[in-house]
């Protein structure tokens, strides 16, 4: 079974600048996450959907942070603009259902780098 | 709470000894929670979990205590092997069904 797919890996930007993060679930699952994860940190759930709606984005800025699940499958998360505390590991993870914290997988995530 | 930054606590063992891994968690009603494994370059991936009506739980090679009067969550690795090396994660269930995150402890096994 294949698992969660993100891209790109790497990403460097300067402040100020836009930046999109794609995340493709594990094949079936209706729950995904997207969280944010600082050097040295535990990572923060930014956003979660349950296929195409928003279960929970309290933690989310925004004001420059925003993400999409149009189709109830894929995901992209975009930072405009982007700041320097923004540097992050930026982690998706799917799961089959809601709260099924013990069946969330996570992908490779993305490292953002701003400048 | 505060992070610790970089300075995330070290937890040094020799290969083939048990390792304790401990967390404190803040939330007295939290009612479920997991240890997770992140190795270098990839997500976190879960080890075992444990709900709030158990104090204990086993795995494969690992065990879990959970303490809920002093709010306290420990990870037991047993014989502990070189490709356990990594940072390790309590997470709580919280307030709005949200997994709440610990800071970390990385756990290095010599040879």
């Known amino acids: 079974e294949a698992g969660v797919a993100q891209s790109p890996r790497y990403k460097i930007i300067e402040k100020r600048q836009s930046v999109a993060f794609w995340c493709n679930p594990i094949s079936g699952h209706a729950t995904l996450y997207w969280y944010q994860q600082i050097l040295g940190q535990g990572p923060k759930l930014l956003i979660q959907?349950?296929?195409?709606?928003?279960?929970?984005d309290s933690q989310l800025p925004k004001d420059r942070f925003s993400a999409e699940r149009l189709k109830g499958v894929d995901s992209t998360l975009k930072i405009q603009p982007a700041k320097l505390e923004d540097s992050a590991v930026y982690l998706c993870?799917?799961?089959?259902?809601?709260?099924?914290?013990?069946?969330?997988?996570f992908g490779p995530g993305t490292r953002l780098t701003v400048l | 709470g505060e992070s610790v930054g970089l300075h995330l606590p070290t937890l040094s063992v020799q290969e083939g000894d048990n390792s304790i891994i401990n967390c404190a968690y803040s939330?007295?009603?939290?009612?479920?929670f997991i240890w997770y494994k992140q190795e270098s370059g990839k997500g976190p991936q879960f080890i075992i979990d444990?709900?709030?009506?158990?104090d204990k739980r086993q795995g494969q090679r690992v065990t879990v205590l959970l303490n809920k009067t002093v709010k306290h969550l420990s990870l037991q690795i047993a014989a502990t092997q070189p490709g356990d090396s990594a940072v390790y994660f309590c997470?709580?269930?919280?307030?709005?069904?949200?997994?709440?995150f610990g800071a970390g402890t990385i756990l290095r096994v010599k040879s």
């Open positions: 997470a709580e269930k919280g307030d709005g069904n949200k997994l709440v």
């Open positions: 939330n007295s009603a939290s009612d479920y």
């Open positions: 444990i709900r709030s009506n158990m």
């Open positions: 959907f349950q296929n195409n709606g928003v279960v929970d």
């Open positions: 993870a799917s799961s089959q259902g809601p709260f099924r914290f013990g069946e969330q997988f």
